[in-house]
C-alpha cells in the first residue's frame, strides 16, 4: 500500500466510470518512480457561471463555483467524482489538477444583469473550496463577491480556508444589508486527525480564529461539522460546536459522511492507510446509517442518514436554534454519560 504523496489526501488515482482506457502501476514498482503530482491550473472556459440547482435536499437554488476540483484534498469530499465528467479522476488529479474559471466575475455580473434575473441566494463553491490556496493569487473569489455586493445580492459560503478573513471589508459591504453569511468546515479539533484528512485545509484553531475575527467585525458565522464519520469523528460533535460558539458562531449544521461512486474504495484505502484498526468499525458504521452499504444516493436520506448510530449527532444539532452555546455544552455532558471512556 503507497503511502500518499506529501501534502495529498490520497495515493491513488481509481479509474474513470466513464472511461474505458485506465492505467495503474504494477506492484513491484518502486516508490520513488511514481513522481509526486505538481497541482496544475488549466483555464476554465465556460461561458456561464450561474448554475441551477433542484436537489430537493439541498437549501439553496443558486451557485457559482469558481474553481473545478480542490487542492485542500480533503479525503471525504464528496466533490471528487465530479472531476470524472472532466475524464479525470476523482483521486489525485482532483487534488492536483484544478481549473480555473477566471472570468467568473464578468460571467456573473452579466447574468445579475439580465431583467429575468429575480434576486435570491448565491452559494459560493457549493462543490470545491472558493478559498482554496489558489485563490490567495487569482482573487476570483473576491471580484465574485464585490460583483454580489454591487448588486447587493445576498450570498453565502462554506470554507475549510482561514484566507477567508482577507475579504473581510466585502463582507461587512454585504453585512450592512443583511445579504452574508460565512459558514466554516470545523471536522476536528485534532491536529493530527485534520492533516491527514484535511492535508493542504487550513488547522482547526486557525478556522476557529478566523471565525472569530469576522464575528468582531459584524459578519454573521457559522459552523458546518461536516462530515460527521462515525467511528472517527462524531464524539466530537459537541467540542465543536462549543468551540465554534466560543469564537462568536451563532449557527451551526451537519451532514454524516456520505461516499458516492469512487470515493468509496478512496475512503476505504485511506482507513487502511492511516487507521487499520478502526477501519472494519468505521465501514460498519456507515453501512449502518446507509441501508447496509457505503453509501445511499436517495433524496431525503443522503444529507440525514438513517439508524440509531446518529442519535449523538441529531441531538447535537438542536444547537442550531436559539441559544445553540448552551445545547453543545449540555451535548457534551451528555455524550459523555452515553459513551464513557470513549
Not at 35 to 61: E, H, R, Y
Not at 235 to 242: A, D, F, G, S, Y
Not at 310 to 326: E, F, I, K
Request: charged share 25%; aromatic share 8%.
Amino acid at each position: 500500500m503507497s503511502d500518499a504523496p506529501r501534502g495529498r489526501g490520497t495515493a491513488l488515482n481509481p479509474a474513470n466510470r466513464f472511461v474505458e482506457l485506465a492505467y495503474e502501476w504494477e506492484e513491484s514498482a518502486d516508490p520513488s518512480e511514481k513522481p509526486a503530482p505538481k497541482t496544475k491550473f488549466f483555464k476554465d472556459a465556460t461561458k456561464s457561471v450561474l448554475v441551477k440547482n433542484d436537489s430537493p435536499d439541498i437549501s439553496f437554488t443558486w451557485s457559482v463555483n469558481p474553481y473545478r476540483g480542490c487542492e485542500h484534498g480533503c479525503i471525504y469530499c464528496y466533490a471528487r467524482p465530479y472531476h470524472e465528467y472532466l475524464g479525470l479522476s476523482s483521486g489525485l488529479d482532483f487534488e492536483s489538477m484544478i481549473f480555473v474559471k477566471e472570468d467568473a466575475p464578468e460571467l456573473l455580473a452579466a447574468e445579475l444583469a439580465k431583467p429575468s434575473w429575480v434576486p435570491d441566494t448565491i452559494a459560493l463553491g457549493g462543490v470545491t473550496d472558493c478559498y482554496q490556496p489558489v485563490e490567495r493569487k487569482t482573487l476570483l473569489t473576491r471580484r465574485v463577491l464585490q460583483v454580489l455586493a454591487d448588486a447587493r445580492n445576498p450570498c453565502g459560503f462554506v470554507t475549510k480556508n482561514a484566507l477567508a478573513v482577507r475579504d473581510v471589508d466585502v463582507f461587512q459591504e454585504l453585512a450592512r444589508f443583511s445579504a452574508i453569511r460565512v459558514y466554516f468546515s470545523l471536522t476536528t479539533l485534532d491536529p493530527e486527525l485534520a492533516r491527514r484528512m484535511e492535508p493542504r485545509a487550513s488547522t482547526p484553531q486557525n478556522r476557529l480564529d478566523a471565525m472569530r475575527t469576522l464575528a468582531k467585525a459584524g459578519i454573521p458565522v457559522g459552523v458546518m461539522t461536516a462530515p460527521m464519520i462515525l467511528g472517527l469523528n462524531d464524539h466530537e460533535m459537541p467540542k465543536l460546536l462549543e468551540a465554534a460558539a466560543d469564537a462568536g458562531a451563532v449557527s451551526a449544521g451537519y451532514v454524516p459522511l456520505r461516499l458516492p461512486h469512487q470515493l468509496g474504495p478512496l475512503f476505504t484505502e485511506w482507513l487502511e492507510r492511516n487507521y487499520p484498526d478502526r477501519r472494519a468499525k468505521v465501514m460498519n458504521q456507515i453501512a449502518s446509517i446507509r441501508g447496509g452499504k457505503a453509501n445511499d444516493p436517495r433524496f431525503g436520506t443522503r444529507m440525514t442518514g438513517r439508524g440509531s448510530s446518529l442519535s449523538t449527532c441529531r441531538s447535537c444539532s438542536n444547537s442550531r436554534a436559539s441559544g445553540w452555546a448552551s445545547t453543545a455544552r449540555g451535548c457534551r455532558e451528555w455524550t459523555r454519560g452515553r459513551s464513557g471512556a470513549r
